[in-house]
Nanobody, 124 residues
Framework: QVQLVESGGGSVQAGGSLRLSCVWS????????LGWFRQAPGKEREGVAT???????RYADSVKGRFTISQDNAKNILYLQMNSLKPEDTAMYYC??????????????????WGQGTQVTVSS
């Protein structure tokens, strides 16, 4: 049983920064893809950034150059550093795990484990 707990959300003004954290447990798989996804009110959930067990990453075009995903395997923590935030980044952000992935990917249908989410609000 994989458990994921997000934190670090909040309210910031456009141009500001936030760092999200996701502590995971129960992940005994040697290959995986861990990722951040988001869902804005009235919109479908979408992939933001993912990372696999060897550190390969994938980013949505909308966040490239602004967001950075990283992991601390010693502490079982996944991070999402978000810089130059825009109002359109406002959403609930979720951490997720695909424990059968060969490589990092943004296909949310293949992620079986999800956290409860943390809210990010960016004001103009």
């Amino acid at each position: 049983q994989v458990q994921l707990v997000e934190s670090g959300g909040g309210s910031v003004q456009a141009g500001g920064s936030l760092r999200l954290s996701c502590v995971w447990s129960g992940m005994t798989y040697w290959r995986y893809s861990l990722g951040w996804f988001r869902q804005a009110p009235g919109k479908e959930r979408e992939g933001v950034a993912t990372i696999d067990n060897v550190g390969r990453t994938r980013y949505a075009d909308s966040v490239k150059g602004r967001f950075t995903i990283s992991q601390d395997n010693a502490k079982n923590i996944l991070y999402l550093q978000m810089n130059s935030l825009k109002p359109e980044d406002t959403a609930m952000y979720y951490c997720a795990a695909d424990t059968s992935a060969v490589v990092a990917h943004l296909d949310l249908r293949r992620y079986s484990w999800w956290g409860q989410g943390t809210q990010v609000t960016v004001s103009s």
